[in-house]
């Protein structure tokens, strides 16, 4: 194993644990230079370091070090490997727009604008829209198009207007189905992107409190039984904020009875 793999796989498994370079540094004690040195390969971890490193990680010293590494290709090619892990990672995408060969001459030429400008007035509402993956697809019905995250449908439409109109019709679709379905599109990483966007305006509310007491996983179950309520995700820092107390007072709570105190409370303020 050469000192490349090394950092390669600490900076990988570090990433699965959605840990920024501080919390995993903090957490085995030493300093985030230090961790980062490892990470791009400029140093090694002290061999004292290495049960902590694969317990806080979770993996086996055998997969850290690379010591089990199994061959998943019959060739040599690594740019094989390569390619076939990452389409593994990439087939299931948290948003798809397709739609039938039909409807290609209606695309605008300002479609990557449009979705962009899609992306800001959701983001205005606290909504962080993941990548959208774009595609035709020969089986759809003539003029058929479908919003679709991890591949379930969440919207499915066939138009019948000019071109222009179902251009519009796609793109305002999109924005209303991202809107009213982010629950369903919610997942860790989009959490911990909030998180640590919202740590920049409010660090002390974050510090130490995700995912040190309220890990990205227990935050998105909230997040999704609060929107389920149809409460806006606007109100993370409020979440955030009041989850703290509530698993303070009480660490049995469940996602499901903290998101309805919350909104219980703030369709209280609301009303005062």
Same mark, same amino acid.
């Given at each position: ?170 793109? @305002?679709?999109? %924005?209303? #189905? $991202?809107? +009213? ?7 860790? !990483? /989009?959490? *911990? &992107? ?9 660090? @002390?509310?974050? %510090?130490? #409190? $995700?995912? +040190? ?7 998105? !179950? /909230?997040? *999704? &039984? ?47």
């Amino acid at each position: 194993m050469t000192n490349v793999e090394l950092g390669s796989r600490i900076s990988s498994y570090r990433k699965n644990k959605n840990m920024t370079q501080e919390e995993l540094a903090n957490r085995i004690g030493i300093t985030p230079q230090a961790l980062s040195k490892w990470e791009r390969n400029q140093s090694l971890p002290d061999i004292s370091l290495l049960i902590s490193l694969c317990n806080i990680l979770e993996v086996s010293a055998d997969c850290l070090l690379g010591t089990d590494a199994q061959k998943i290709t019959e060739g040599t090619d690594k740019g094989t490997e390569d390619k076939i892990l990452r389409q593994l990672r990439n087939c299931l995408p948290p948003l798809e727009l397709i739609f039938s060969v039909s409807l290609v001459p209606s695309l605008s030429n300002n479609f990557v604008k449009d979705i962009e400008d899609v992306r800001t007035r959701l983001a205005k509402e606290g909504i962080l829209m993941p990548l959208v993956w774009v595609r035709d697809e020969g089986v759809l019905k003539e003029n058929e198009f479908m919003i679709l995250a991890y591949r379930n449908v969440l919207y499915d439409e066939v138009l019948c207007g000019s071109k222009e109109e179902n251009y519009e019709k796609m793109i @305002a679709c999109l %924005e209303k #189905t $991202v809107r +009213d379905r982010y629950a369903d599109l919610l997942n860790k !990483d /989009i959490v *911990k &992107k909030l998180v640590d966007n919202l740590a920049i305006s409010y660090p @002390a509310l974050v %510090e130490n #409190t $995700v995912p +040190d007491k309220i890990s990205y996983g227990f935050l998105l !179950d /909230i997040l *999704k &039984k609060f929107i389920a309520l149809g409460k806006p995700i606007c109100y993370l820092p409020k979440i955030i904020e009041k989850a703290e107390s509530l698993l303070h007072d009480n660490p049995a709570l469940s996602a499901e009875t903290i998101a309805l105190k919350i909104a219980g409370e703030l369709e209280t303020a609301i009303r005062i």
